[in-house]
């Protein structure tokens, strides 16, 4: 069968196998919306310099349309045999409507083709992505204003360090959302541009208007070089970049949820609509969602070194190497969407312990390093200070006290000028309300924080 649409220099039909191992159809026809709408821009620009007539147009516009109908309803035969989404589509539409149909891909190649349906697809993901994200962050804000003055104990090396808001927690979630939205907006507008017209590699013989195609695609301008054009898929790995990153905070998270939901913490509860339970173990509440995403992670993670490593060392221009580029790139998507989702669903209806997290912020001698700062308010050099408390905690220690339950006579006997004011700086809300400046934890930094996060977001 020499009846394919490149046929015409071939003496005997594609190995059965060989159809099947070179075909990409079954995953790249989900970009089958942006081939058309491609496909329809090209035609116009054809029309507007007179390679085809009004009425050649006329019939690929229908043609098209009836095309996008089918797919649209589930009609359509996809066929191995044509190879991917660009080719079963031409062939349906010359099915449709004869000989105009062969005309469509007059200046055109599938390699300008393909690399603008990613792009446009891409740009589609990329942008519900924004919306989700933004959702997220607007949920993990709001939450936060709400815990301004919730005590948590803060962590370094997992062991107790300092009192923190719970909202300063969130917010500081917040922030590493906010430099993604920022990958995630610096990407779009680098990928905005439209390699339509590049044809093959080179360009093309034909008057084409390359600002018109990429106009009515709602691209910023047409790509600059024609090479470049076909070969370049360095959007696709920003985006897989940008997600990798983003996964990686969603473990982190994640990993937190997931330590808090756990008995020895109970800092937190999450609904029962986003866990599961076992089905041996009658008291089991698993935190399944946050588990599941933080596994996710290592997937984009991959995607993205998948592309890498399909990119590197390519020669220009277009490879058949590149049809590689699909599967990573839309998983990547749909992994992306997915767990943004969860989370932006699951994150305000996080409910946290309110009394547990007190508690445990008020073991493990938390104020410790307020007690030091007070010494040196009092004229203790600092490390002498730390030194002393050092020594206050060690008695505390082997008795089983916290600095807070020491009586007066007991923390003068580390330092004679401590004075009764000193129970004032050892409680929670004392040592919250002491970190008064821009990024410290003390509730009136916190609220307006979060005011100032959450204008940043319904700002775009
Ligand atoms: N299915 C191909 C891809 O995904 C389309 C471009 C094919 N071009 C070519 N010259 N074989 O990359």
């Not at 026809?29 to 491609?38: H, V």
């Not at 821009?41 to 007179?50: D, N």
């Not at 195609?213 to 076909?230: I, Q, R």
């Amino acid at each position: 069968d020499t009846s394919k649409l490149w046929g015409g220099r071939f003496t005997e039909a594609t190995d059965r196998f060989v159809q099947r191992f070179t075909a990409s159809v079954d995953f790249d026809q989900r970009m089958a919306q942006e081939d058309i709408a491609g496909s329809l821009a090209h035609a116009e620009m054809l029309a507007a310099v007179g390679v085809l007539s009004a009425d050649e147009l006329a019939q690929i516009q229908g043609g098209l349309e009836q095309v996008r109908e089918e797919i649209q309803g589930g009609s359509f035969a996809w066929s191995v045999e044509l190879e991917d989404v660009h080719m079963n589509i031409e062939a349906r539409l010359t099915q449709l409507i004869g000989a105009t149909g062969k005309k469509l891909h007059t200046g055109r190649s599938r390699n300008d083709q393909v690399a603008t349906d990613i792009r446009l697809h891409l740009r589609r993901a990329i942008d519900d992505i924004a919306v989700e994200l933004g959702r997220l962050q607007l949920g993990t804000i709001e939450l936060a204003a709400r815990h301004a003055d919730t005590v948590m104990p803060g962590f370094t090396h997992l062991q107790t360090a300092q009192p923190v808001a719970f909202g300063h927690h969130l917010l500081a979630w917040n922030e590493m959302l906010e430099r993604d939205h920022g990958r995630l907006a610096d990407c779009r507008k680098r990928l905005n541009q439209s390699p339509l017209g590049a044809a093959a590699l080179a360009g093309t013989t034909y008057p084409i208007k390359r600002e018109m195609t990429a106009a009515a695609l709602g691209f910023d301008k047409p790509t600059e070089n024609s090479l470049d054009s076909v070969s370049d898929r360095d959007f696709a790995i920003e985006f897989c970049a940008f997600a990798a990153l983003l996964l990686t905070h969603l473990s982190r998270m994640s990993e937190e949820l997931v330590l808090w939901t756990s008995a020895q913490f109970d800092f937190v509860e999450l609904p029962d609509r986003f866990c599961t339970g076992s089905s041996i173990m009658p008291q089991k509440k698993n935190p399944d969602v946050p588990e599941l995403v933080r596994g996710k992670t290592g997937r984009v993670n991959g995607h993205l070194i998948s592309l890498l490593t399909l990119m590197k060392s390519q020669p220009l221009a277009y490879n058949k190497d590149n049809q590689e580029d699909k599967e990573p790139l839309f998983d990547t998507i749909d992994t992306v969407r997915d767990c943004l989702r969860a989370f932006a669903d699951m994150v305000p209806n996080i409910r946290p312990r309110q009394d547990n997290m007190r508690e445990a912020a008020r073991r493990g001698f938390s104020t410790a390093t307020d007690l030091a700062d007070y010494l040196v308010r009092r004229g203790l050099p600092f490390r002498d200070a730390h030194e002393v408390v050092g020594k206050a905690v060690a008695h505390g220690v082997a008795q089983g006290l916290d600095l807070a339950e020491m009586d007066l006579a007991t923390l003068q006997g580390f330092y004679p000028q401590i004075e009764a004011d000193v129970f004032e700086v050892l409680t929670l809300e004392g040592s919250l309300a002491a970190r008064d400046h821009l990024g410290g934890t003390a509730p009136a930094q916190v609220r307006a924080a979060a005011e100032r996060a959450r204008d940043l977001v319904q700002s775009r």
